[in-house]
Every structure is written in structure tokens, then in C-alpha cells.
């Protein structure tokens, strides 16, 4: 299960999203009440084809063996709320297998495939999560072949949560021996097991903000941090619970990409929640501070120096963290040609770099790469100790200088497939890896006009590169730097012409304009246009807040995939025209579904949060494998 983090930004969010927590009383104490089941006095229940023990029984989950009489047959099991029990077996088997059938339809499979791989046999332990408290529950079971046909009645236990409660429970939080200035690990060690509980850090400014570095404010944060919690991400508190709670002993690290910060002291902390997100139990904290970052020197020897490339070893004294890059010399040049200072240089990387540093830090002995660069220029391989955004090192800086352009005896192999209306599947495999290239598709009628050579191709992409290229933000061999493609990458070209001819090219180039290998390519012509599948139903279905609308094909078509819009009290994309329509639908968004279609008769959206009034605009495209399509407007409720 993922540890939630207070640190990350969803939380930080929620809190702000929520106002600041206020920590300055803690909760009052929670009900004590006697449990209705004690874990401790749990029992076997003896029922007709299974035997039930409930093993530990919490306001918000419970465990539980299931003990089937007959050790050899497979048999379902589920927990339900008694008012959404049907009455009879008969009826429960029913929902049951039309729920299955359901999620047997949406993975492509049959119904006993889906038996065959989720029914169960033989003795079971199970603990579920995410319980509503003080709430009676139906756990029932039965035995079912994977044909579907019950081989018992059905089996119910009847069990109620408790109240949330104070536990006796408390927690040993043991720091590890090896306490870094990036990273330390803990073990958490609840006297009760059975408890459910969460942990996590707080740097000492958060722990004294929300709590007043006092652990006796914690269990009013978690009153409030966990319903702000549960609302960003659209779920019940309980829910949340769940899927925050731990049990047992815990053996965590936490490190870097925690935020963790040298010379820094840390808070770690263990609490029991219940299932409504109040304290059960009081607060451990035990406080950790990161070792200060050791004084790194490092050892750069270069490697191998091409027209496009580089490698150079990085071999520092210390294994912390450091920043390692190529960057042109003539970037660190003032306005007479003079070169700036190092810390200059290092506040220049820093500023350009921003957020994306981290892809170009390491610790320990390292190899630095980079492909493709400019030929026949003068660079720096530039190396200092970065940490939780501090510099911790001077700068170590090698200067080089890459060869002239050169030419290379490389083949670049291009796949053309899944030719469609409008669309193509590409690929481009260089035959040596990296090796820079360009490539792009041009239509044949302007390959044509433009001599039908190679010499076409190459002054189709040197407009080309004109036309994306921007004089006024960075030259442009800087702009082919970035541009430039080194390894296999295939791509599915969308917004073609049906019945055109097409080409598309590869051929080596490094920044400075040059080329290197000859151009490849390959012809291809998209297909014409036909009448697409037709819908021959759409069919809604409500239930609560949820509508599911069900589109129905004609059983003689074959369809490859939908793109669906579907927006609630927005006509905008449904009064588009059709082409726009399709345009749109060629970008997904939060509203827009582009799918595979797995049974070819039917698809399915579904609409959550739907409120008494709403209008759901429906408005997309179905599609054949060769690219046809037919477009599908509907509302719901229908007008």
C-alpha cells in the first residue's frame, strides 16, 4: 500500500484547499464504549457449508478466516450492508453473477475465465478496509463452479463495527544506524498488531506550525488533514482511512525524494486513526536530524569526444549528491569574451535548469553522456555538490572541444503499418544507437513538385525546421540540438488526407545543419473513405448518482475503438461540426474518452456525481481498423 506523504504536494493542496489546521486544543476524547465483538473473544461460528472466526473487529476494518467445509470447492465471499442485501439466495446469486458478467465484459473475457481466476478454495484469511464505524455488515459466502452454477446456499454472518474508540496500543519508533544527510530509516513497532494506524514525518517548521511541536496536537491535525484529504481525492473519509492505515511492524526509508534535507531535524510520528479519522490512540514521536553533507571533491576524466557526443567519469570523494552536465563555453562568456566567474557559472545552471536539475544529478563514481551536441565547439563538463537546493561544492570544470561533422555509415530502417483513412503507424530505428536524425512525413505530391529526389526530402526539412525554429529565442543549431531525435521512436501520425500518397524520411543530421547519412524513406497511401460502423442502440442506465450510457453496434461491423465527449450542462463540443468534432477527439482530455474497443458490440461511459437536472452531453466518433468513422450525438436525459 503507498504510504501517503505530508510533504507531497495533494496534501499540501488539501491543507490549503481546507485553511490552516488549527492545532491549538486537541479533540476531546472519543466514546469508550464496550465493543459489541471483542477480536480478543472472537469465536468460531459454525454455519452451514463454512466456519467464520473473526480474528479482530475495528471501527473501520475486520479479520477474518473463512474455513470451507469442503476444502476442494471454489466459492465466492463478499461483505455487504444489510440494506443492499436482496432477499432470497436466488436473488443474491443473480446480482452477484450480473456483476461479475460485468467486469468479465469490461477485461475481455468470459464469465469462467473470470471465475476461474477469482474464486476461491480452501481455508482464507482477509482483513477489509475502509468500514464505516458503529455499522452492521453482511459477510456471506457460497460455493460456485466457474460455470456459474451455486453448489450451496448462501452462508451469512452478520457482524457489527465498532464505535470508534481509545486503544490501548502504543508504538516504539527505532531510527536506523545509518543516518545520512539525505536519508535515514525507521522501524515502527505497535504494541498491538491489530491496530490500525498511520505514520509519517513532519520537518521541524511543519510539526511546529500545524502542532505546535507538541505531540499532543497531532490527533486534532489528523481530524482535520484526513477529511481534507479524503475530498481532494473524491473519496468517503472512511476510504481514506484505509488506505492510509498500516498494521503490524513498519520498516521505512525515507530519503530524497521525501524532501529530506541535510543538517535538518525531522519528526517522525505513529498514530491509530479510526475509520471516522479520529485519534484511537495517543501520539509517538521520535525526532531524527539528518547529518550535515560531506565536502565532495571529484576526479572528471574524459572518455570518448566525438562531432555529436560525449562521455566523461565522474569519481567523487563522498557519496552525496552532485550536479554533472555539458553546457557550451561561449553560454558563460560576458560581453567582452571574458568568462564569468565559477559561482557565476553555478548560478547560471541553476537558474536555467530550475526544477529539471534533478536530471542531471548523481552520487557516487558516475558516467556523464550527451547526444547529440554541436560539432567542431568548444563545451565544459561542469560538476558541484548540490543538495536540497544548496550548493555544497566549488566548481570542477573540464573544457573540450567536439570534432569536425562527419559523415556515417548508418542505415535508419522505417516501418510503415496500420495505414488507415487519416492515420499511420511509424517507426524509425537507427541501425547504431544514438545516432541523431531528423525525420518527418511529406506528401508525395510536393516530393514531386520538389524534384522527386533526395534533394527534395532534404529541402522539404530544412524549411521545415525553419518553420519551427525561432531566431529570436535561441540559435539554430541550439534549436536542432533539442530537436534532434538519437534513438528508435515510432509514431502515429494523425490529421492525413484519405486516398493521398504520402512519404516519410529519416536521415542523420547533427545541430549544426549538417547531414550525415543518406535519406531513407518509404512511400504509403491512406485509404479511402467508407461508410463507418453504425450504432444501432444507445441505452442508459441510472443508479444514484451514476449514469452509464451503452452503445449498442451493428453485430456485423467490426469496430477498433470510440473517442467520446461527454460534459455535463456544456453543449459546446456537441454543437461543433463534425469536423471539428473529430479534431478535438484527437486530443483526450478529462472529458474525453479514446479507447480501444475490447468487444466489438458494444461500449460503455459511465458519468459519476451526477445531480437531479444535470444534462450530460454526449457527442464522438466509433471507428473501423481502417479508420472510417461514424459520428454519435446523444444527451441524457434525451431531448
Known amino acids: 500500500m503507498r504510504k501517503i506523504n505530508f510533504l507531497s504536494s495533494m496534501v499540501l493542496v488539501a491543507l490549503l484547499a481546507f485553511g490552516a489546521v488549527s492545532c491549538e486544543t486537541p479533540n476531546e476524547p472519543v466514546d469508550k464504549p464496550t465493543p459489541e465483538v471483542k477480536p480478543e473473544d472472537g469465536k468460531p461460528v459454525v454455519l452451514e457449508d463454512f466456519t467464520v472466526t473473526l480474528t479482530a473487529l475495528h471501527s473501520g476494518d475486520v479479520s477474518l478466516n473463512i474455513e470451507p467445509e469442503n476444502k476442494e470447492m471454489k466459492y465466492w465471499y463478499s461483505l455487504q450492508l444489510p440494506e443492499d442485501m436482496p432477499e432470497t439466495d436466488e436473488e443474491i446469486l443473480a446480482a452477484d453473477l450480473d456483476y461479475l458478467k460485468y467486469v468479465a465484459d469490461y477485461y475481455g473475457m468470459s464469465l469462467s475465465e473470470l471465475l476461474s481466476t477469482e474464486l476461491k478454495a480452501g481455508d482464507l484469511e482477509w482483513r477489509y478496509q475502509g468500514l464505516e464505524a458503529n455499522t452492521e455488515y453482511v459477510l456471506y459466502m457460497y460455493g460456485i463452479g466457474i460455470d456459474g452454477v451455486a453448489s450451496t446456499g448462501v452462508n451469512k454472518l452478520t457482524f457489527k463495527t465498532t464505535k470508534v474508540m481509545q486503544l490501548d496500543c502504543t508504538f516504539d519508533i527505532l531510527p536506523g544506524d545509518n543516518i545520512t544527510a539525505n536519508s535515514f530509516s525507521v522501524t515502527i513497532i505497535p504494541s498491538d498488531e491489530t491496530v490500525g494506524y498511520y505514520y509519517d514525518v513532519f520537518p521541524a517548521w511543519m510539526y511546529e506550525e500545524y502542532c505546535l511541536s507538541d505531540a499532543a496536537n497531532i490527533p486534532a491535525f489528523m481530524a482535520e488533514y484526513i477529511p481534507a484529504l479524503a475530498t481532494e481525492n473524491n473519496v468517503t473519509v472512511p476510504y481514506a482511512v484505509g488506505a492510509m492505515s498500516n498494521f503490524g511492524t513498519i520498516a521505512h526509508d525515507f530519503t530524497l525524494d521525501d524532501g529530506i534535507e541535510a543538517n535538518t531535524s525531522y519528526f517522525v510520528f505513529a498514530i491509530g486513526i479510526g475509520a471516522d479519522g479520529t485519534a484511537t490512540t495517543e501520539a509517538t514521536v521520535v525526532e531524527i536530524k539528518t547529518a550535515a553533507p560531506a565536502t565532495n571533491t571529484f576526479e572528471v576524466t574524459q572518455g570518448y569526444v566525438e562531432d555529436d557526443r560525449a562521455t566523461f567519469y565522474v569519481c567523487p570523494d563522498h557519496n552525496e549528491s552532485y550536479v554533472a552536465l555539458f553546457e557550451l563555453k561561449e553560454y558563460f562568456l560576458d560581453e567582452n569574451g571574458q568568462l564569468i566567474s565559477d559561482q557565476e557559472i553555478i548560478d547560471a545552471i ?56 562527419d559523415m556515417v555509415d548508418a542505415d535508419i530502417i522505417i516501418t510503415v503499418a496500420e ?79 484519405p486516398n493521398t500518397q504520402y512519404i516519410v524520411y529519416a536521415v542523420g543530421m547533427v545541430p549544426d545543419g549538417t547531414y550525415t547519412t543518406e535519406v531513407f524513406f518509404k512511400e504509403f497511401k491512406t485509404k479511402e473513405v467508407k461508410e463507418g460502423p453504425q450504432v444501432e442502440e444507445i441505452l442508459f442506465n441510472k443508479e444514484g448518482s451514476t449514469i452509464s450510457a451503452w452503445f449498442y453496434i451493428d453485430d456485423e461491423t467490426v469496430v477498433s475503438k470510440f473517442a467520446m465527449s461527454h460534459i455535463a450542462n456544456d453543449a459546446t463540443v456537441y454543437n461543433m461540426s463534425d469536423a471539428d468534432l473529430v479534431a478535438y477527439l484527437q486530443q483526450p482530455n478529462d472529458t474525453t474518452y479514446v479507447n480501444e474497443v475490447t468487444n466489438q458490440y458494444y461500449f460503455s461511459i459511465f ?24 459520428i454519435i450525438r446523444t444527451t441524457y436525459p434525451q431531448q
Open 419 to 497: 495505414v488507415t483513412t487519416t492515420e499511420a503507424s511509424v517507426s524509425f530505428q537507427p541501425y547504431v544507437e544514438p545516432m541523431p536524425h531528423m525525420f518527418n512525413v511529406m506528401p508525395y505530391s510536393v516530393y514531386r513538385e520538389y524534384g522527386r529526389n533526395e534533394d527534395a526530402i532534404k529541402r522539404f526539412n530544412d524549411e521545415l525546421i525553419d518553420s519551427l525554429w525561432d531566431p529570436a529565442k535561441m540559435s539554430r543549431e541550439e534549436w536542432l540540438s533539442r530537436a534532434l531525435e538519437t534513438t528508435y521512436n515510432s509514431w502515429r501520425i494523425t490529421e492525413l488526407e
Open 350 to 405: 541553476i537558474a536555467s535548469q530550475g526544477s529539471k536539475i534533478g536530471n542531471n544529478m548523481y552520487s557516487g563514481t558516475s558516467t556523464v553522456s550527451d547526444c547529440p551536441m554541436i560539432p567542431n565547439k568548444d563545451y565544459f563538463c561542469l560538476v558541484f555538490g548540490y543538495f536540497g537546493g544548496e550548493v555544497t561544492t566549488p566548481l570542477t570544470k573540464v573544457e573540450f572541444r567536439t570534432k569536425e561533422a
Open 607 to 630: 458519468d459519476y456525481n451526477y445531480a437531479s437536472g444535470d444534462v450530460i452531453y454526449y457527442a464522438g466518433a466509433v471507428y473501423d481498423p481502417d479508420g472510417n468513422y461514424t
